[in-house]
């Protein structure tokens, strides 16, 4: 299993956070961090002259990143001198960069937002790690409510085991309540008769969700974990869900005609508005 932890880094507060968020997990797990500063100014250069003025020299960027990276780590070490803490640079296109680093990863964990030179980016790079990467990504966002649950919102597609799993071992850790969410979103119509039309769950509807859930009681028998299938929409439930929460766990798509191409329009959803930390975890992990 990768033990490494990488931290999309550029010295703004959204950044810091994701910093801290990933030390406190790296204490508790005991993996190494490194802290990566993506800039895509060499690479954006030759457009960019034609547009605006050209960019600070290489040396003058190098030097403020490299000066950004050792402050940030040097800060690390003296509040957790145990962690192996690393910082390094990469001269690409951020979502691009990300992505093939967490081939090699165990968490990808990135700020809410940034001010770096492509900050105007960024919500479709997070969006575009979040979908490709090939390990969860942590979007920290809002403030944790300490010992309040871990909430997983699950589906029924691929990644929902994947997800289940994820969050259980997240709630172990931190001695805390495992919440599952699973709901079906209502619709309107006189059809047949089908829980998104009647408002109610039956037994055979929430059968594989049950199975699910047993096999972590199963797993994690010390594990407090509760329960809740019901008709609502996703978002909204688990955007609530998140107002009282330390960490909410998604998938990184649900199950729609373009599931290989995009986030789920949920993920999306709950990176933007969760008053929380976001994983996005994927079923190949």
Known sequence: MQREIIVGYDGSPHSQAALLW???EAARTGSSVELVYV?????????????QAPPPPDSYRTE??????????ATAKKTQPLIDITARTVWAHP???????????RLIVLGGSGH??????????????????HCPVVIVRGEPVADAPVVAGIDGSASAAAVLTFAAEQAYARKATLR?????????????????????????????????????????????????AAVAHPAEALTGAGDHAQ???????????????LLGSVSQHLL???ACPVVVVHPRT
């Open 95 to 105: 979502a691009t960069a990300l992505i093939d680093l967490s081939r090699k990863a």
């Open 39 to 51: 800039d895509a100014s060499p690479v954006l250069a030759p457009a960019a002259r034609l547009i």
């Open 247 to 261: 960490l909410l766990v998604v998938g990184s798509r649900g199950h729609g005609a373009v599931s290989g191409l």
């Open 180 to 228: 599952v969410i699973r709901t079906w979103p209502p619709v309107t119509g006189l059809w047949e008769e089908t829980p998104m039309v009647t408002g109610m769950v039956t037994d055979q509807e929430r059968a594989p969700f049950d199975a699910l859930v047993t096999t972590i009681r199963t797993t994690f028998p010390d594990l407090t974990v509760e329960t809740e």
């Open 64 to 73: 403020v990143v490299n000066g950004t990276l050792e402050r940030a780590v």
């Open 272 to 274: 933007r508005h969760s």
């Open 22 to 24: 990933a030390l406190d």
């Open 116 to 133: 770096s030179a492509v900050a105007g980016l960024l919500g479709s790079v997070s969006t575009a790690v979040s979908a490709h990467a």
